[in-house]
């Protein structure tokens, strides 16, 4: 809509100029976005793409209009690019959250693209029963639809984690430790009268520092009550003082409760002890939903996370693999647990975070240090897993065995290393190891998380608002294909060069009328000539 006054403010400030005479309006703004500017971006994806093996991530939200919308990204490793890309390939409106919706929506998405559904060789789901049913689940009928009984399943740990967190804390912990971070939270959060009696009774205990706000938790994730245990330990005296004042002074019944919780030691104990867990668990759920990271490491310190818990209530002398042995018989009689902490938290959220070691964790052979030891695991077993055949397992086996044998510089990265494999060629100007560096390729390339289709979902809830409720999913997914697009290639919308074959498709009537009709009231408007964009 802000484009219907760019012409017009053109007209006003660039007299006898070039610029005076743009005709451009939210009609054909919005159609060279559908039906220039979107398509070039999605043959991007296809391009980069080509005929490798990639995977996908997929999750359901409804959006503004309580829509149900299937989320979907795509993950690979650009040779154009030299990393491994993961992004946006598409909102797909499904009629209900049923597998069999969920996957007719894909295989339509994937079809409409013109992206090969047979080389799909991973999915990122979260732990929903309709994503990961046995039988009747997502993964099962992909499985059939591509005919890849070998399709790898990656539940999102950050779910995993967030899930352990949840059950442990609700099978153990007493309730009213949830209700002291929630209340405490609503109490600020409808009154700027209470707000500025806070600040400013904390700025008097402590000489004019201003007090940390309050976050809020998340009914379905406690992981995110991290932030707000931390603040409340941070400010336990001030609160105390807070509520005992407020309820004298308000005779609130929430002040009265919230001051006694405040004024017992008990959930004072509970607060300190569950912090260093939270912590902990927090620092390994960020590495997951980063994009930043070495997917081959991520694997150790989901490990290393599994083991700081396990040691805790596990008899110091005992020599067990708690990763996969049963360590009912090891655990230490007395362990230290704090004064009140029921033992049953850590030993929940132990048996549950073991269930967080996913089924392709040995993509973390494929890292540096792993792949340039002397002695390493065979590569026989993981090559029969991804359907490699006999003739190409042998190549893999002579070229695993071989790479030692090079003096390789990019040692610190594990895409860059397997980039410089890519690139080196023998005396015949031949690559010796490029059916390796292919398979190495499309392992790392599985997802570890479910975080880009989540972004996905927070792009499409800033551009869908409620001032734009009627936008057609057509126009909202072209949007997100600009959006995504720019963010793959590192620019901004004034830096990007759009290359020439595209600028020239600006000015012609049949990419106009190419696709369905507009439907919103964006999409309208009467007085727009879409012949051309300058005359």
């Not at 407020?246 to 002890?273: G, V």
Request: net charge neutral; aromatic share 8%.
């Amino acid at each position: 809509m802000a484009v219907d006054h760019l012409s017009e403010l053109c007209k006003y400030r660039f007299v006898d100029s070039k610029y005076s005479d743009i005709k451009l309006h939210r009609t054909k703004c919005t159609n060279i976005i559908k039906n220039v500017l979107a398509p070039h971006f999605i043959q991007e994806i296809v391009t980069d793409l080509g005929d490798q093996e990639y995977s996908l991530l997929i999750d359901e939200s409804t959006d503004i209009l309580v829509l149900k919308m299937l989320g979907v990204s795509i993950r690979y490793f650009s040779r154009s690019l030299k990393k491994i890309i993961s992004t946006f390939l598409g909102l797909v409106e499904i009629e209900d959250g049923t597998a069999v919706s969920i996957v007719n929506g894909i295989k339509g998405l994937l079809a409409e693209i013109k992206i090969n559904l047979k080389k799909l060789i991973g999915i990122g789901t979260d732990n929903a029963s309709v994503m990961t049913g046995t039988n009747s689940g997502v993964h099962a009928l992909l499985k059939n639809a591509t005919g890849n009984d070998n399709l790898v399943l990656v539940r999102c740990v950050c779910h995993s984690l967030q899930l352990a967190m949840s059950h442990a804390s609700a099978e153990t912990l007493p309730r009213n430790v949830e209700f002291l971070i929630r209340e405490t939270y609503n109490w600020f959060s409808h009154s700027s009268n209470r707000r500025l009696f806070y600040k400013n009774m904390f700025q008097t205990i402590n000489g004019g520092s201003v007090p940390l706000t309050i976050p809020q938790m998340c009914n379905t994730r406690w992981i995110s009550i991290e932030p707000a245990v931390c603040r409340i330990l941070d400010q336990w005296i001030e609160l105390k003082t807070l509520f005992e004042i407020a309820r004298r002074d308000e005779h609130c019944y929430t002040a009265e409760i919230l001051y006694n919780m405040y004024n017992d030691p008990q959930n004072h104990l509970y607060l300190l002890y569950i912090r260093p867990i939270l912590q902990e668990v927090q620092v390994v759920n960020k590495l997951f939903e980063s994009n930043d990271v070495d997917p081959t490491r991520l694997y150790n310190d989901l490990i290393g996370l599994v083991e700081s818990i396990g040691r805790r209530i596990l008899n110091p002398t005992a020599r067990v693999d708690i990763l996969t042995e049963d360590i009912e018989s090891y655990l230490d009689p007395k362990p230290y647990m704090g004064l009140l902490l029921r033992p049953n938290y850590l030993n929940t959220i132990f048996s549950l975070m073991q269930q967080t070691i996913y089924a392709n964790v040995k993509i973390s052979m494929f890292s540096v240090q792993e792949t340039l030891k002397v002695v390493k695991p065979s590569i026989v077993e993981i090559a029969q897993e991804f359907r490699v055949n006999a003739p190409m397992i042998e190549k893999l086996v002579s070229q695993w065995r071989n790479i030692v044998h090079i003096k390789w510089e990019s040692l610190t990265s594990t895409v860059k290393f397997w980039n410089e494999v890519m690139q080196y060629k023998d005396a015949a100007d031949n690559n010796p190891f490029a059916e390796l560096c292919e398979f190495a390729m499309s392992l790392i390339s599985l997802p570890h998380s479910n975080a880009d289709v989540e972004r996905v979902f927070s792009q499409m809830s800033l551009v869908k608002t409620k001032l734009r409720n009627r936008l057609a999913v057509r126009t909202l997914n072209a949007i997100l294909y600009v959006r995504f697009g720019l963010k793959r290639a590192g620019k901004c919308c004034y830096s990007y060069t759009v290359p020439d074959n595209v600028l020239r498709s600006i000015g012609t009537k049949e990419y106009y009328d190419s696709g369905s009709q507009p439907s919103t009231s964006a999409d309208v408007d009467e007085d727009e000539d879409l012949n051309i964009l300058f005359p």
